[in-house]
């Protein structure tokens, strides 16, 4: 259950999940009649999109830790200077 709600949350589209589901615990088994041909090329496009996404996300959390580190830094020298 869990990973269905991660897959939702990353934005893999419910019609993919739809035929992935049943395999979720086992990605081996592709079950069902009428699974998409396509089903590996939209999955490899998701895992793609997604990994671009996390690229994304890890750029913008290493800025955000410059950041920090720079805020925190400059934080002991304010203080020294507003109080003399």
Same mark, same amino acid.
Request: aromatic share 0%; charged share 55%; hydrophobic share 20%.
């Given at each position: 259950m869990m990973r269905n709600r991660g897959l939702i949350d990353s934005a893999v589209p419910r019609r993919i999940?739809?035929?992935n589901l049943p395999c979720l615990g086992k990605p081996r088994t592709i079950v069902g009649d009428g699974a998409d041909p396509e089903l590996p090329v939209l999955l490899a496009r998701e %895992? +793609? %999109?997604m990994t671009l %996404?996390? +690229?994304c996300l890890t750029r913008n959390r290493d800025a955000l830790d410059s950041n920090i580190d720079a805020a925190s830094a400059a934080t002991p020298e304010r203080s020294a200077t507003s109080t003399a």
């Open positions: 999940l739809g035929q %895992r +793609d %999109r %996404r996390i +690229d």
